[in-house]
């Protein structure tokens, strides 16, 4: 058991930093539609600032994730509250119907919601096991 919750907060690791490259660089643009038009005005960013920011998040989180072993339970914390976080991003993105990176029609879009509390799920699993 202790290998595939190993293997699962790697797996976890490496999805949050190739996701927050992407943020960076080929998705950028296409992640500025998911951000609700609410957002700057809470956070002070625009659309832009927002995904590069949300980008770098991940990438800090992947890499702590697997570099900081001692405080695992603490960032596998963070990492469950930034998918909570971005789930507003997402209701947004399927309500208005826009295409965004690998999401490209309703079904996509909808299912995506589905996807959030697996991924809050395999962030705790992965990381308070053990």
């Known amino acids: 058991m202790t290998r595939v919750v190993v293997g699962a907060r790697w797996l976890l690791a490496a999805l949050l930093v190739a996701a927050g490259f992407s943020h960076l660089t080929w998705g950028r643009r296409g992640y500025r539609i998911v951000v609700p038009d609410w957002a700057p005005r809470l956070t002070g960013l625009d659309k832009d600032a927002i995904v590069v920011a949300s980008g770098a ?10 570099a900081l072993p001692r405080e695992r339970r603490r960032v596998g914390g963070v990492i469950a509250a930034l998918f909570i976080a971005v789930l507003p991003g997402n209701v947004h993105q399927w309500r208005t119907g826009r295409n965004a990176p690998m999401l490209g029609s309703d079904r996509a879009r909808f299912g995506r919601l589905f996807l959030q509390p697996v991924l809050v799920a395999w962030a705790l699993w992965s990381t308070w096991r053990l």
């Open 57 to 66: 998040v991940e990438i800090m989180l992947g890499a702590a994730a697997i």
